[in-house]
């Protein structure tokens, strides 16, 4: 992981965003956006809710990677 992470409100909802890098994108990830695959190599977000019941560490469990422009046009 590499760069700020920041919050983000989005439908309703708060969510931590943290930036990774290319050099960082070592695996391919499911884009919950566009349905398609997160090449490594590429930079890209991670993406997990912010204010989940459920605590810190299940919302990170549960984190989802997005390319840049799909979760921009969320
Ligand atoms: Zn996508």
Redesign the pocket.
């Given at each position: 992981m590499s760069g700020w992470r920041r919050t983000e409100t989005r439908r309703g909802h708060q969510w931590n965003v943290q930036p990774v890098s290319a050099a960082s994108a070592v695996k391919n990830y499911s884009?919950p956006?566009?349905g398609?695959i997160?090449a490594p190599g590429t930079a890209h977000l991670v993406v997990w809710r912010a204010d989940g019941v459920l605590g810190d560490a299940a919302d990170l469990a549960s984190r989802r990677h997005?390319?840049t422009?799909?979760w921009r046009v969320v």
């Open positions: 884009c956006g566009c398609g997160v997005w390319h422009g799909c």
